[in-house]
């Protein structure tokens, strides 16, 4: 036992280490101001849990002089359950000299993360209400597994989380119902079987008003509630947002219990409290996690990111963490982006929600579509100006075209059809401009989104979004008509509507910034326009129709529940593969044809990416569109365990010691990968081909014990792809056999190429998208 500054330490590895450190310490100036980091430890390796409170007591008194009771009052919360770690308050200095202290893997900021914000499940193939069963197989099983939402809470009473029928909760539960304010113990039931709420990350670097809703495991914002119905909602009879979608509802797995770990506030969700969040949810004992919320792009390094973080514990654990790929929608955005995560884009169904536009009158009336959740009509047409043409006070006539606040003079605009603005990079409210449209006195708008969003909102006002082209049609009416008139209709549900899927404007797209060796996203599914419960605290409503990747990645939990359902035994890597490679409907090329292979929509056409149209590719879809109905008996599977994410690790530089200190046992880089791209991935992605590469796989048989497959590739562009051997044949269930794909430079050309590899029988089909980058070297460019 050794003693410094009046703090023991049983380790007396520490000592010499600590001494400076107070001595240091002691000289230095404490006034700079601190802030919240997360101190991330690494694996729990079977401490005690009082002796964890303790230790990290230790580690910051020897950062505050020696002194305990500066210790404590730093100290936030203690990670002690999946991973090791805490959270305290720290200056720069202090921060800076944890980190080099023996046994930490990194300190960083409590940095915010944001939200990315029915029919879809007729849509993608499962038909039905409560059962969800898919034609041979039974998927009753899901009333044993539980699904944890890190969101922002749940409205237990919603319909879509009733228990009526539900056998008792699974024993093995060693999660709690977390009281607060509005709720109490008695709000679950045998459907939400958990709720628990965190704001310690929040206090800390938020100003704290009372306008904070429900300081518990509420729901006050509705996203959480959201996500949870839609991965797992009860079938409703009659959901519909205020007559829209109306019909019967439900989520993917209907059955299966919920866990809600309340991490989001109105502001966003910190990193501390989602930390916290993984600890409990490890230690509770759920069988998947569901994350609809993520970092800004780019993304930093994986043990710098709570999720990342959380996620790779809970993996080591046997928990798939589900996750959506972000809402930035750009090249190179795609957030999330770990091997062990899977990772969902965002996708169209063919129901929209529209608003028909009229210019004019009588038969030289000119009619356009616009998207809108609004139930506001006009009873005849009237006077429609530009925005820019109402300018009020000091704005100038380009700042009042995107309707600022305050930018309308209501003379100008009493009683008239407004057509506004809205930047790609704005972060002013659409839902506002029709707010600031109608306190002018303006009785409708045209909104033109300049970044083709293709997102309906619920405006105040007959409102209704076009893109820039029917927008520019639009005002040049305006300009060039003595006296432009127009009237809006009221929002209408349409069905059929084509092409879809289509992938969505803002779901952020590929390549993988940290790890290009790994395709991001993986897959993509619904996730614009989707109906689901909702937080009768905002608006009193009972239902709301919602956007976002956020709204994708919970249809893939569902659907990975069901897999779970029926394959108990499956790790997280095969329940992910299975639903990789049956989700590609891939059409190759006819030969000679400059043309990639591509991914084909409902219609067996090219599957298309909003607003542009253009030819989707696996940075927008990753492995392809989830199809539930194959996903049950996909034939191989591409294995991964734990140990191979830790290869993977030192195969993009990690070296043995910064290894033991994330995994806390005896993991060497003795093994280790010549590249990343030789993680046993669904996908393959080589990112910089000089002339010829090799990648190996390991596939696994689990469907029928003696099978034969064979490979059929549709090369990228210019590369030859050549597959070793060309048949697999299987023995036995379980079975495992090696493949090795080869890539030939043939015509080399700028950017990234994209094929398929699938190994076909009679009734299966198992796709890879091939992504291949040409190293600018092989074309005689510079480096």
């Known amino acids: 036992m050794v ?31 601190a802030k919240v980091y997360v101190v991330y430890m690494g694996s729990r390796s079977g401490e005690d849990q009082n002796d964890i409170l303790r230790n990290d007591h230790q580690i910051l008194a020897a950062v505050h002089g020696g002194s305990m009771e500066l210790a404590q009052a730093s100290h936030v919360y203690s990670y002690k359950h999946g991973f090791r770690g805490f959270a305290a308050k720290l200056t720069d200095q202090q921060a800076s000299l944890i980190s080099e202290m023996p046994g930490v893997v990194s300190v960083f900021p409590n940095l915010k993360r944001r939200l990315h914000t029915t029919h879809s499940w007729d849509f993608i193939g499962l038909v039905g209400d409560e059962t969800t069963e898919i034609p041979g197989f039974s998927t009753m099983n899901q009333v044993n597994l539980i699904i944890g939402f890190i969101d922002t809470g749940i409205w237990p009473e919603s319909p879509s989380f009733s228990d009526a029928d539900m056998p008792p909760v699974p024993a093995r539960w060693k999660g709690q119902c ?70 019967g509802a439900r989520g993917g797995a209907p ?39 993520g970092p800004d792009a780019p993304q930093g390094d994986y043990f710098n990111d709570a999720i990342s973080i959380g996620s790779f514990h809970a993996a080591s654990r046997g928990i798939l963490v589900v996750s959506s790929v972000g809402n930035e929608g750009n090249q190179g955005s795609a957030t999330n982006l770990a091997p062990w995560m899977f990772t969902i884009a965002a996708s169209s169904t063919d129901r929209d929600f529209t608003s028909d536009i009229i210019l004019g009158n009588g038969p ?5 579509t616009g998207e809108s959740l609004s139930l506001f009509g006009m009873n005849a047409s009237v006077r429609i100006i530009s925005a820019s043409e109402a300018n009020a006070g000091y704005f100038t006539p380009y700042q009042s075209s995107y309707c600022l606040e305050s930018s309308l003079n209501g003379t100008k605009a009493r009683g008239k059809v407004l057509v506004c603005r809205h930047a790609e990079s704005s972060t002013e409210s659409k839902l ?61 549900t349409v069905l059929g509507s084509q092409p ?45 129709i919602l956007s976002g990747t956020s709204m994708a990645c919970p249809h893939v939990t569902g659907i990975a529940t069901l897999i779970k359902a029926v394959h108990p035994s499956w790790s997280p890597s095969a329940i992910k593969s299975a639903i990789m490679t049956t989700a590609s409907r891939v059409r190759k090329p006819p030969s000679m044809n400059l043309f ?10 090219p599957i298309t990416v909003d607003p542009e149209g253009r030819r989707g590719n696996a940075f927008d879809y990753g492995a392809g569109f989830v199809e539930p109905r194959r996903v049950l008996d996909p034939g191989l599977i591409y294995e991964l365990q734990p140990i191979d994410y830790k290869v993977f690790l030192c195969s993009i530089g990690y070296d043995e010691k910064s290894l033991h200190l994330i995994t806390r046992d005896n993991s060497t880089c003795d093994q280790t990968f010549t590249t990343a791209s030789d993680l046993n991935y669904p996908s393959i992605t080589v990112s910089n081909l000089k002339d010829n590469f090799s990648v190996t796989r390991t596939v696994t048989n689990v469907g029928k014990p003696r099978s034969i497959y064979k490979a059929t590739v549709s090369s990228p562009v210019g590369i030859n792809v050549t597959v070793v051997p060309k048949r697999l044949i299987f023995n036995s269930y379980g079975q495992r056999m090696n493949f090795t794909v080869q890539f030939k430079l043939n015509s080399p050309s700028m950017g990234y190429k994209f094929g398929f590899l699938s190994w076909k029988n009679r009734k299966i089909r198992v796709t890879s998208p091939l992504v291949v980058r040409v190293a600018p070297s092989s074309m005689g460019l510079v480096r």
Request: hydrophobic content about 40%; charged content about 20%.
């Open 364 to 368: 030289n009336g000119v009619n356009f």
């Open 500 to 544: 879809a899927p289509r992938i969505a404007s803002f779901s952020s797209k590929g390549p993988n910034a940290l790890t290009p060796e790994i395709l991001k996203p993986d897959v993509t599914a619904p996730g614009l326009n989707i109906l689901a419960a909702w937080s009768p605290a905002v608006g009193k409503l009972h239902f709301n």
């Open 596 to 605: 990639e292979a591509t991914v084909l929509d409902k219609n067996h056409e």
């Open 178 to 247: 977390q009281s607060g304010e509005a709720f109490n113990a008695s709000s679950c039931n045998r459907k939400v079987i958990g709720a628990r709420y965190y704001m310690s990350g929040y206090e800390a670097e938020e100003d704290i008003v009372e306008t904070v809703s429900f300081r518990s495991p509420r729901d006050s914002s509705g996203h959480g509630s959201h996500t949870a119905s839609t991965a797992a909602g009860r079938y409703v009879k009659n959901m519909n947002y205020m007559g829209l979608a109306a019909g």
């Open 432 to 492: 506002g401009k029709s707010v600031v449209v109608k306190e002018a006195g303006g009785v409708g708008m045209i909104l033109i989104d300049e970044a083709d969003k293709d997102v309906a909102i619920p405006f105040l006002i007959p409102s209704a979004i076009t893109g820039k082209e029917i927008g520019n049609r639009i005002l040049s009416y305006v300009s060039h008509t003595r006296k432009p008139i127009s009237k809006i209709f009221p929002a209408k």
């Open 3 to 33: 003693s410094v500054g009046g703090v023991h330490f049983k380790s007396c590895c520490y000592c010499f280490y600590i001494l400076f450190l107070v001595l240091f310490l002691a000289q230095s100036n404490s006034c700079f101001s």
């Open 255 to 293: 059955m299966a219990r919920i866990a809600a770990y309340k991490t989001c506030w109105d502001s966003g969700c910190y990193d501390v409290d989602l930390l916290a969040a993984f600890d409990d949810a490890i230690r509770d004992g759920v069988n998947i996690l569901s994350l609809s919320l």
